[in-house]
C-alpha cells in the first residue's frame, strides 16, 4: 500500500533508530503506531508531529522493547581459547614440580588403562569373527550324578549330527569335530607334528574359517583327504604351495595317506580354536566305532540356525534328544549356547554357564576405570588446593569481563590440554612396552594405527580425561567472587573435606587393589606348590608314538638301563589331566539307581612308584600280568564312596571286566583346583597305555640326553619329543598367573598415583604452611614434632582407607576364591599387612615434603612477604 | 503486588482499557482512549512496555488484524485480556475492596 500522502512522512532518522534497537517481534506494530500516531498530529501541525515522533521513539528505547543483542560477540572465541592454551602453558611452566607430578600420575594412568583396554578388546574379540555368530550355537552335555551334581562336558553322541540334520528343519548346517589330536606329518623328507581334528563336511560351512584353495563343499568328504593350514602348507609345500599343495599325498604317523584336497587359512588369534589339519571324521569313526553311539560322546558340536528361526523350541527339542535316543537310559539333557560366548563364558555350574573368563574381563576393566580416575583425582586435588594461586588471575579475568562460562572453559581447555599431552606420552610408552605385555600376557596384540577404531578411543580417553579432571575445578574455581579474589589470597575453595574424601578414595582403591593382589598371589602359589598326592618334579612324559608303541616292552626295558633313570612307567593319560571316565561301574550292592561318573586310568607296573603316589590300603599292581589284569586300585574319594569298611578284595566291574579291589591310593589331584577331586579306578592295562613316564635323577641334561638316544634308536623316523609334568601342571594355571601378574603391576600403579597426588598435596600444604612453621620453630618446636604436625592428617585419610577398603576386598576376594574347590583361608593378617605397606608408603612419600618443610631456615621462610 | 498475580498499577489501567476497547484495542486505540478517560498522559513507550509485560505474564494474548494506508502499510496488533487477565483483575478488585470494606465508617470522617 502507498502512502496517500507522500509529502507527509514520518521523519526518517527516528525511525532508522527505532529499526536498528527494536525487538523485530514488535516493530511492525510499532511503526504502524507510531505513523497512525504522526498522521493525525500531523494534521495540526507537521513539525510538531515530527518532534514527538521522535520523543516517542527514545522513549520506546528501554528494555522490553529492544531486541536482545547476543550476550557475547561471538567473534573473540578463538582467540580466547589461544588465550586459555598460552595461560594454561604458563602456568604449567612455572610450576613444573606440580606440573610433572600431574603428567606422571596422568600418564602411567593412561598407559595402564590403554594396556588394559587392549587386553579386554582382544579377550571380547575372540571367535567374533564368524560371520553366522549370531545363530551359531554349541552343544553341551550335562551329566546329571545321582547326588545331584551336574558334569558339563563337551563331547556330544556323534549321532546328534544326523538327528539334527534331518529332523530339524531350523538347523542350516552342522558340524562335529574331535578333541585335539596330534599326529606326525611326512611328506617325503619333511616331517612335523601337527594338532588338528576330524571334522564333518559342514565345518566350511558352519565356521568362517577361510578356505584359501579348495572346494568348500568338497573337503572333509568321506576318503582319505586333508585340509592344511596354510602355515603347514608352507611347511611342506614351499612358497609356491598354492600351486604345488593340491593332489598331493602326506603320510600320518608313517601309516595312513592322505590326499590334501584344501588349504585354510590358519585361525589366528581370533579364535578360541587353533588346528593346522582337518580330515574327515568318517576315517575317525571307521576305526573307533565306539565314537558312534548315544552312549558316549567324542565330538564337539556346532550347527548354526536358519535366520528368524525359533531358538526357544529348538533349544527345548534338543535337550531331551539323548536321554530319548537312550531310552532314557542316560540323564543326559543337552544344553545350547551361543559359539561366540563360549570362550569368556565357559565355565559351567549345574548345567548352565555361570562365568569364566569374563570375570577377569571385568576384574580388570574396573580396575582401568579406577586407574584413570585416580589420574584424574590428582589433578583436581592439585587444581582445586592450588586455587589460591590463581585468584588474582580469575578475578582479573572476571573485572575484565569473564562469563563465568568463560572461566570454565579456561579450566576445562587446561585440563585436556594434560590430557592431550599425557595420552600422547602414554601412548608411546604403550607402544615401547607393548611386546612386554605380550610376554606377561601371553597375546600377541598389536596396535594397528590405521584403525580409525584406535583414534576414537584415544580421542574418547582424551575427552573423558579432560572432563573428569577438569570438572571439578571448572565449577568451583569459576565461582570466585571477584572482590575476595582481588583482595589477595583467599580461602581455598571447596573445603578441605571434598579433597580428603577423594585422597581416601585413591588410598581406598590402593589399598583394595594390594590386599587383591596378595590374596591371587597367595591362592596361586597354594595351587601350585600344593602337595598333589604325587611327585611332579624331574617327571618326563613321552607320548609312544610311531614304532614306539609296538615296540613298547624294549622300549621300557632300554629307559630302565640308563643309570639317571630311577622308575619307568606306562598310563593311558597324564595323572593330572584325566581324559577317560565311565558311568557304568558296577559292584556289589550298588544301589540301582545311583547314577556316577568314575574317571577311569589305565597303567602299567610301576605306576604308584613311578608317580610317588601312596598306596593307603591293600597292595600295589604286582608284575604278574594275568593276575593283574583282574585287579583295581581305587582312589579314597572312590573308596568313599562304595561304603566298605574295607573294600581291598571287594569286586568292581568296569568296562564289562570284574575283577578285585587290590588296593587304595591316597588321593592326587588329577584335574584342576577349581574341582573337587573325582573318584577313580586304575586299570591295569597293556594295551591301552600309550604314554610313558619317566622318574629321572636331578641330572637332567643326562638324562634327557640317554633317553633321546634310546628313543631315537627304536624309532628313528619321529623326531623326539617329551614333557615335564611340573611344567603341564603349571601350565594349566597360566590364565591365573598372567591375570595375577597384571593385578599386581596395576596395583602398583595405583599406589604410585595415589602417592604422587600425596606428594603433590603435602607438598603444597607445606608450601602454605611456610611461615607457620618457621614461627613454630622459632619458638622451639622440634622437626620430629613438625612432621608429625604436618604427617597427622593423611595419616588419618589413611586408616579410614583402609577401614572402607578392607570389607570390600574381603567381601570380592571370598567370591574369587568361592571358585576354588581348594584355597586358602583368608585371614586378617593378609588386610593388615597389606594396609601396613600402603600405610608405610604413604607416609614415607608425606613426611619426604614435611621432613623438608621442617628442616628449612625460618630465617628464610619467615622474611620474605 | 508481590502475591498471586503481581500487576503494576500502571498495567493495571492498561488491561482494563484492553477489556474496555474489547475487540478494538490496539496501540494508539488504548493509549487515546486512556487519555481520553482517566486523562492522564501516556507515552507510547510506557505503554509499550506495559502491553509486553502482560502478555508475557499471561494477561494478554494478541494478534495480527490488516493494515491501513494511514499506518504506512503496517498491520495493527489487537489485544484480548485471556481468563488468567480476567483472574489477576478480579483478585486486585476484591482485595481493593475487602480494604474498603474493612475501614471503619469513622476513619474518613475529617475534621
Known amino acids: ?865 | 503486588m508481590t502475591s498471586k498475580y503481581s500487576l503494576g498499577e500502571f498495567e493495571e489501567v492498561v488491561l482494563l482499557t484492553v477489556a474496555v476497547l474489547h475487540g478494538n484495542a490496539y496501540g494508539i486505540a488504548i493509549k487515546e482512549d486512556i487519555e481520553l478517560r482517566l486523562k492522564r498522559n501516556v507515552s507510547v513507550g510506557a505503554m509499550r512496555t506495559a502491553l509486553r509485560r502482560l502478555e508475557d505474564k499471561g494477561f494478554l494474548e494478541s494478534e495480527f488484524g490488516e493494515a491501513t494506508a494511514v499506518r504506512g502499510g503496517k498491520r495493527k496488533r489487537f489485544h484480548k485480556v485471556t481468563p488468567l487477565g480476567k483472574k489477576a483483575l478480579d483478585y486486585v478488585m476484591n482485595s481493593r475492596r475487602k480494604l474498603w470494606d474493612a475501614i471503619p465508617a469513622t476513619a474518613f470522617q475529617f475534621k
Open chain 1, 1 to 865: 500500500m502507498r502512502d496517500p500522502s507522500p509529502d507527509i512522512k514520518p521523519p526518517q532518522l527516528p525511525l532508522k533508530v527505532l529499526r536498528w534497537f527494536c525487538d523485530p517481534e514488535l516493530l511492525e506494530d510499532i511503526e504502524g503506531d507510531l505513523s497512525e500516531l504522526f498522521h493525525s498530529r500531523a494534521s495540526k501541525s507537521i513539525y510538531r508531529a515530527k518532534l514527538l515522533y521522535a520523543r516517542d521513539v527514545l522513549q520506546l528505547f528501554r528494555p522490553g522493547v529492544i531486541k536482545k543483542f547476543g550476550r557475547f560477540n561471538p567473534v573473540n572465541n578463538i582467540d580466547m581459547l589461544f588465550n586459555h592454551i598460552r595461560t594454561a602453558v604458563r602456568q604449567a611452566g612455572k610450576y613444573k614440580g606440580y606440573t610433572a607430578i600431574n603428567i606422571a600420575g596422568l600418564v602411567v594412568g593412561l598407559a595402564s588403562c590403554m594396556l588394559i583396554l587392549l587386553w579386554v578388546a582382544d579377550e571380547t574379540s575372540k571367535d567374533q569373527f564368524h560371520e553366522k555368530s549370531d545363530r551359531l550355537y554349541q552343544v553341551w552335555r550335562n551329566l546329571v550324578q545321582s547326588n545331584g551334581d551336574v558334569q558339563t562336558t563337551w563331547g556330544i553322541p556323534f549321532p546328534l549330527e544326523h538327528v539334527l540334520l534331518t529332523q530339524y528343519p531350523e538347523v542350516e548346517a552342522v558340524t562335529s569335530y574331535t578333541w585335539e589330536m596330534e599326529y606326525m606329518f611326512r611328506q617325503e623328507e619333511i616331517s612335523s607334528f601337527e594338532k588338528g581334528h576330524f571334522a564333518t563336511p559342514g565345518f566350511f560351512d558352519v565356521f568362517s574359517y577361510r578356505l584359501i584353495v579348495g572346494d568348500p563343499k568338497k573337503v572333509l568328504v568321506d576318503g582319505p583327504t586333508i585340509v592344511i593350514s596354510d602355515r603347514m602348507a608352507l611347511k611342506f609345500f614351499g612358497n609356491d604351495w598354492r600351486e604345488k599343495a593340491i593332489g598331493q599325498t602326506i603320510k600320518m604317523d608313517d601309516r595312513t595317506d592322505y590326499e590334501v584336497t584344501g588349504v585354510f587359512e590358519y585361525p589366528g588369534d581370533n579364535s578360541s580354536v587353533q588346528f593346522d589339519w582337518l580330515i574327515g571324521a568318517k576315517q575317525f569313526i571307521d576305526r573307533q566305532t565306539w565314537a558312534n553311539s548315544w552312549y558316549n560322546g567324542g565330538f564337539s558340536i556346532f550347527f548354526t540356525l536358519r535366520p528368524g528361526a525359533d531358538t526357544e523350541a529348538v533349544r527345548k527339542r534338543i535337550e531331551q534328544e539323548v536321554i530319548k535316543n537312550t531310552n532314557k537310559e542316560s540323564n543326559e539333557p543337552l544344553y545350547l549356547q551361543l559359539f561366540s560366548e563360549n570362550y569368556l563364558h565357559g565355565t559351567f555350574e549345574n548345567g548352565i554357564p555361570v562365568g569364566g573368563r569374563i570375570q577377569y574381563v571385568r576384574i580388570l576393566s574396573a580396575i582401568a576405570i579406577f586407574l584413570l580416575l585416580l589420574a584424574s583425582i590428582n589433578f583436581m586435588n592439585l587444581a582445586t588446593a592450588r586455587s589460591s594461586l590463581r585468584a588474582r588471575e580469575i578475578g582479573v579475568r572476571k573485572v575484565m569481563g569473564a562469563q563465568r562460562s568463560t572461566l570454565s572453559q579456561q579450566f576445562f581447555t587446561e585440563a585436556t590440554l594434560y590430557a592431550v599431552a599425557s595420552t600422547v606420552v602414554a601412548s608411546a610408552i604403550v607402544y615401547l612396552v607393548l611386546p612386554y605385555f605380550n610376554m606377561l600376557t601371553g597375546k600377541s596384540i598389536h596396535i594397528r594405527f590405521s584403525d580409525p577404531m584406535v583414534w576414537l578411543t584415544l580421542g574418547g580417553m582424551i575427552m573423558l580425561t579432560g572432563m573428569l579432571s577438569g570438572a571439578y575445578p571448572a565449577i568451583m574455581l569459576s565461582s570466585f567472587s571477584v572482590a575476595k579474589s582481588l583482595k589477595g589470597r583467599t580461602k581455598q575453595v571447596g573445603g578441605n573435606y571434598f579433597r580428603h574424601a577423594l585422597v581416601t578414595f585413591q588410598f581406598a582403591i590402593s589399598i583394595f587393589l594390594i590386599s587383591g593382589t596378595f590374596i591371587i598371589s597367595k591362592q596361586l602359589a597354594y595351587i601350585l606348590n600344593k602337595d598333589i598326592g604325587l611327585l611332579r618334579d624331574n617327571l618326563v612324559s613321552i607320548d609312544l608314538t610311531g614304532t614306539l608303541y609296538d615296540k613298547k616292552e624294549v622300549y621300557m626295558n632300554s629307559l630302565r638301563g640308563i643309570p639317571e633313570v630311577k622308575d619307568v612307567t606306562l598310563s593311558s593319560a597324564s595323572p593330572i589331566n584325566l581324559d577317560m571316565s565311565t558311568g557304568g561301574a558296577t559292584w556289589p550292592g550298588k544301589d540301582p539307581n545311583m547314577v556316577i561318573e568314575i574317571n577311569v586310568l589305565s597303567v602299567n607296573e610301576n605306576f604308584v612308584k613311578t608317580m610317588g603316589m601312596k598306596i593307603v590300603k591293600g597292595e600295589d599292581f604286582s608284575n604278574a600280568f594275568l593276575r593283574d589284569s583282574a585287579r583295581f586300585l581305587i582312589n579314597e574319594v572312590l573308596a568313599d564312596i562304595l561304603g566298605f569298611d574295607d573294600p581291598v578284595g571287594k569286586e568292581l566291574t568296569v568296562w564289562g571286566t570284574t575283577g578285585t579291589i587290590a588296593g587304595v591310593v591316597g588321593n592326587f589331584h588329577m584335574a584342576s583346583m577349581y574341582d573337587p577331586i573325582a573318584p577313580l579306578i586304575i586299570r591295569y592295562s597293556r594295551v591301552d597305555a600309550g604314554t610313558a613316564f619317566v622318574r629321572i635323577n636331578a641330572n637332567t641334561y643326562d638324562a634327557l640326553t640317554s633317553i633321546e638316544r634310546v628313543t631315537k634308536d627304536i624309532n628313528p623316523a619321529f623326531p623326539f619329543r617329551y614333557e615335564f609334568l611340573d611344567e603341564d601342571f603349571a601350565r594349566q594355571y597360566r590364565g591365573e598367573r598372567s591375570v595375577s601378574s597384571l593385578v599386581k603391576i596395576f596395583a602398583g600403579v595405583s599406589i604410585f598415583i595415589a602417592c604422587l597426588g600425596l606428594l603433590g598435596l603435602s607438598s603444597f600444604s607445606a608450601d602454605q604452611r611456610s611461615k607457620e612453621i618457621g614461627v613454630r620453630k622459632v619458638h622451639g618446636a622440634s622437626v620430629s614434632s613438625l612432621v608429625l604436625l604436618l604427617s597427622k592428617q593423611y595419616a588419618k585419610l589413611m586408616i579410614i582407607a583402609f577401614i572402607i577398603a578392607t570389607p570390600l576386598s574381603y567381601f570380592y576376594m571370598r567370591r574369587w576364591l568361592g571358585d576354588f574347590a581348594y584355597r586358602i583361608d583368608m585371614n586378617v593378617a593378609l588386610f593388615i599387612v597389606a594396609g601396613v605397606v600402603t600405610f608405610a608408603i604413604g607416609a614415607l612419600t608425606v613426611s619426604y615434603r614435611s621432613y623438608s618443610a621442617a628442616l628449612a631456615n625460618p630465617v628464610k621462610t619467615l622474611k620474605e612477604e
